[in-house]
Structure formats: C-alpha cells, structure tokens
C-alpha cells in the first residue's frame, strides 16, 4: 500500500513477538525492520516447511496487511484466530473481510472486537450504525470515476492539478533504490500538462524536488509561487536510532519551495518537523494562510489526524491545530484536501465507510458531520488522496481497487432539479391545480405537470441546460419563464397575474397594449394582456373582435399606415397563434389618424408612447 510509505515511515503495529523463536528469527527480523515483503517469504517458507503455529499466521496476516494484500491478509488471520488473539488482530480481520467485499464476516469480527474493546470508538461506532451497509449504498452517486492515462505499472497516487499541470507521486522510477516495505521503487513527484482535450501528457519527474529519498504529494498556493510538499527527515538527518535492530527511524516531513525563474528552489523545512512523528500530506486554502496536513504529532486523536496550522505574512508560521474528534478518530484520518470554496476532503478508516480508507467531506463553513462521498469514489478497498480542481470541475482520487494505488479522474454528475411554485401575482396566494410545461431550448415540450397543494411541481433537469417554464392556469394570464439548471436544486416564484378585463357593449378594455418606436413586434408587457384578451375570447365562443393599431404623429402619413397595418397584423397573429380561430379576430391599421392624446408634434416621450396602441372592438 504505497502510500503508507510516504504516510508513516514510522509503523503503527502493536504485534506481540511473545512467540518468536530461533525458527521464526530471520522472517522476524526482517518484519521488525518493515520488510514485510521479505518477511512473508521467510514464514511462507517456515509453514511449508512444516510450522503451523498460529503465530506465524499471525505475522502473515500482519505482513500481507501492511501492503494491502487483502486476499492473502484474510486468509492467514483466519488461521490466526484459531487461538486467542489481541483487539487488534480482530479489527484488522475485520477489516480485511470487509476490503474484500465480506461485509457479514466482518461484522462477526468485529463484534468479537467489541467484546474485547467496548469503549473503543470504532467499536462504539459499529456498535451504534448495524445497517451501515444500506446507508452507504443509498448515498448518490456525485462522481463519475475513470482511470487516467498517467498510470504507470507502479504506484501513483496523489494528484492535485494547478492550472493545467497534473503533479503526483509515483513509484516508477526503476533507477532509485527500492524500498523494503513493499519492494517498489522509492516515490518521487511527477507532472504531466492537461490539454484542451482532456487527455495528459506523457509525466515527467519533478526533477527539482526530487531527491534520494521519498518524496510525495503536493500543494500550491493559488498565484502559483509557492508550494508544500513531503519528504523524507533523513534529508535533514532528523531520524532516531534503534541500536538493538540497527535501524534508523525516519519521519515524513513537510517542506516548502519557492518558484524562481521557472524552478521550484530555496527549499526548507517547516519549522514543527519533528525526528519523533510525521506531518506530511498539504493541503493550502484558496489564501494561502491556512495550510492542512496530516499528522501523528502529540495531541493527536487516532494513529494520524488532520491538522492545520496559520501561515503568517511574513513566512512565518502559527501553532498547530487538530481538527478535533469532529473530523479525526482512533483510526487514521489523512490525505486532507481544501477546495476554493472551503469543503474539505480527507480520507478516514476511522469513520464509518465501505472499507479501507474511505474519502469523506465537510463544509468548513458550516457546523456539520462529515459525510461519506460515497460510491464510485469511494469501495471496499483504499480510496484516498481526493483532490478537486473548481475552474476546470474536476477532481482526482487515488485507488489501489484494482490490486497497486492509481489515480483516477472524478467528473462531477450534475444532479439538477427545477422547483416552481406557482402564485397569485396580486395576492401571493399559492395556486394548485396549475398547469406547468417544461421545454428546452428547441421549444420542444419535456414534461407536463400539475403542481401539488403547496402550488410546486419538481423537475428533474439536465445540468447547464436553459428550458422555458411556461404555466397555465384558469383565470390567470398564461406566463413563461426562463431557467437555467445547474448542480443541485434551483428554486422560482411562478408569479400569474389573474384576468381582471372590463367588457362594455363595444369594447374589450384591457391595458394599452403599446409598442416599441418604429417597431411592430409583440413585446412581452404586450404579450401578458393579450393573453388576457385569448382568455376571454377562449371562454366565448361567439365573439369576434377588431384590432385598431395606431402610431404616433412622427413620420409619414403613408408610412405610419403602414406601420399601424403591421401592428395590427402582429397582434392579431399573436392571438391566432395561442389558438383563437383566425375568423374570430381581424385589425386595421390607422395610422396616426386618431391619437389618444393629441399633441400633434409637440409631444412629451410618454405621449408619444401613448398614441402607438392597440385598441380591441368588439364586432359580434
């Protein structure tokens, strides 16, 4: 599991080596100095040679554990708990179990846990969530996952794209020295541009961050100058010596590098490194003040916490602070990772997920749980190292799901709903029964629906899409209305003014239906009363009405007759088009012959307004 490598060089086991003995001393040796790849060839050798002791099982079980080999993990802590074994053997079956999609042999594990550790709060956890199982699959999907390009036949994990450039830590380079723990190259950070098109160029190395050592994933700020990155205290010669073992014990710690003339230099430690824990795992908020990592320094909740620290103007840097029981538990908590609109990302085995590492949310901003993210970013196997790119909409997340740590690509599904509520314009009083109708932007009709009591009906939109909402109603002049879609719901007032018309013995008064200067086009005011004069005519099947267009005085006699006639024909078109037969409804144009305020040509802007009008008789 690589990225327990650039994680903890020191190691979180509590194993018991009550049981060594002179046939066990050189695969115990090599376990003692973590390498477990090693280590498990030894006791295979020893099993096939005979031993079936289940401390041998055991160590299998804790070897294979190590570097995620889930299947063979399970299988020799299964022999393991042929005889009493530590909390912690149960817990870790458990979780292999579960990593392997063995979801109800890993609940009878980890009840036996909880037997032996009722207090615990993974075990109080299990304890208080039996259907944990149906709450994560009904979690909805928020991300489409699809493995990228960059992959190599080693582990790569860790991605972060900053502008175009996608930078990672990887495995892949063959030179470097291999590292014991799980016989792969050691880490070093890669970066590969992002095209237009959505494919990656070939990755190339790093060079100036790279060292003998480790190195793993990174931050940057957003002006692109400065960046935070792990590596390996060996490079500062902060380790502690184990004599007995003669070992070295080195740490991962954070490091920071400034952009000069287009290279990454001035590299330094930061200044709460430490020979004793590790922090490594940066995340920088949009800022640059506040910077997130993850960290087993003194304070710490579970194995490793998420931790964030202030960055001062001047460089300098404030006291680390957890993150609190919150966000961190008893288990590991790590890969934290800010976006620009502070949520944050992080992974947790703590928590309750699928299996393994899970990758988990929260808004910063408000006082809320974290909250799985749930499938396809998250499985029964390790998901971790999420990051997310909010200008270009896309995020990473790192996997060893297919058996070795890649990097995969996370585009958001957009889950867009329109809600209309339909109301009175006048009284605001809710209207049910109201006819709504959803098109795109062809005009083509999606869906009709009838709002609910509380006057609202809910559609489920496409993302990004613009549709026009169009609502009917009896008595209420018929309105349509523009919306755009986007992630999550969109909520609008439908607001339909009801028909008020006043009818004499020869006219249909409605208000003035007036025009633009030097144009005949329906305007939407116009529009809106039209429909009310539709209405009435609907309701009325033997009235026939006339249209009287007028214009004002400016322009030609002849030219503004014709201008009227155009008015006329508009209008009486418009009325057509919602339905009214074409016998029904006839106009004229009049020109400026009959104004309404006669001003002759010293009128006022809004007398002019005034005079090019519609006016509607009725004929029958």
């Not at 291999?178 to 970066?191: F, R, S």
């Not at 995340?283 to 990592?293: E, T």
């Not at 609008?492 to 409605?510: G, H, Q, S």
């Not at 009435?536 to 030219?559: C, F, P, W």
């Amino acid at each position: 599991m690589k990225k327990n490598t650039i994680l903890l060089f020191f190691v979180l086991a509590s194993f018991s080596l009550s049981a060594q003995n002179k046939e066990t001393k050189n695969a115990d040796k090599l376990f003692e100095s973590y390498d477990y790849v090693e280590a498990a060839q030894e006791y295979i050798a020893l099993v096939e040679n005979g031993n079936s002791d289940t401390y041998v099982s055991k160590q299998l079980g804790d070897s294979y554990f190590y570097t995620h080999n889930t299947v063979e993990s399970e299988k020799w802590y299964a022999k393991a708990i042929q005889s009493q074994q530590d909390a912690e053997t149960y817990y870790r079956y458990a979780q292999m179990l579960k990593s392997n999609g063995k979801y109800a042999e890993s609940n009878t594990q980890m009840k036996t846990f909880v037997n032996l550790m009722p207090n615990d709060q993974r075990a109080v956890a299990f304890t208080n969530n039996p259907n944990f199982l149906s709450d994560l699959n009904a979690i909805e999907n928020r991300f489409e996952v699809d493995r990228i390009s960059v992959n190599s036949e080693q582990s790569d994990f860790g991605a972060v794209l900053y502008g175009d450039v996608l930078y990672f830590a990887s495995a892949r380079n063959e030179s470097s020295k291999m590292y014991g723990w799980n016989n792969e190259p050691y880490l070093d950070i890669y970066q590969s541009t992002y095209n237009a098109d959505g494919s990656y160029a070939e990755p190339i190395s790093t060079n100036e961050l790279n060292s003998r050592f480790h190195e793993g994933p990174l931050t940057m700020t957003k002006d692109g100058t400065v960046i935070y990155f792990s590596s390996e205290s060996f490079k500062d010669k902060l380790f502690e010596r184990d004599k007995a073992h003669k070992l070295k014990f080195g740490q991962v710690n954070l490091y920071k590098a400034v952009k000069e003339i287009g290279k990454w230099s001035s590299i330094t430690p930061l200044p709460f490194n430490s020979k004793s824990y590790s922090t490594g795992n940066p995340s920088i908020d949009r800022d640059g003040k506040v910077l997130y990592f993850a960290s087993n320094m003194p304070g710490s909740v579970g194995g490793t916490d998420i931790w964030k620290v202030m960055v001062n103007d001047d460089g300098t840097f404030g006291t680390p602070e957890n993150l609190g029981t919150k966000i961190n538990t008893v288990g590991d908590e790590n890969f934290p990772f800010v976006t620009d609109d502070s949520i944050l990302y992080f992974s947790s085995n703590g928590l309750t997920g699928f299996g393994g590492l899970d990758v988990f949310s929260i808004d910063l901003k408000k006082d809320a749980e974290p909250s799985n993210v749930g499938k396809p970013v998250n499985t029964e196997k390790d998901d971790f190292a999420f990051s997310f790119n909010t200008d270009k909409n896309l995020g990473y997340v790192s996997s060893n799901r297919s058996g070795k740590d890649h990097i995969y690509s996370a585009s958001p599904i957009c889950n867009a709903q329109i809600l209309v509520a339909v109301k009175n314009a006048i009284t605001g009083e809710i209207l049910a029964n109201s006819k709504v109708v959803i098109l795109d932007a062809t005009k083509t009709i999606l869906e009709t629906q009838m709002s609910d009591n509380n006057g609202e009906v809910l559609y489920n939109a496409e993302c990004k899409k613009p549709y026009t909402i169009e609502v009917f109603k009896d008595g209420y002049v018929t309105k349509s209305f523009s919306a755009s879609s986007k992630q999550g719901k969109i909520s609008f007032e439908a607001a339909i003014e009801p028909i008020a018309v006043i009818i004499t013995e020869t006219e249909i008064i409605l208000n003035p239906i007036y025009f633009n200067s030097n144009k005949s086009d329906i305007t939407e005011r116009g529009a809106a009363e039209l429909d009310k004069l539709v209405y009435v005519m609907s309701q009325n099947d033997a009235l026939k009405i006339n249209v009287k267009a007028h214009t004002d005085s400016r322009g030609t006699d002849e030219y503004n007759v014709d201008l009227s006639s155009r008015r006329a024909k508009s209008t009486v078109e418009y009325i057509v088009s919602k339905g009214i037969n074409v016998d029904r409804i006839s106009g004229n144009g009049y020109g400026e012959s009959e104004p309404k305020i006669n001003c002759q040509d010293q009128c006022t802007e809004l007398e002019y307004a005034l005079n090019r009008r519609s006016e509607f008789i009725i004929l029958k």
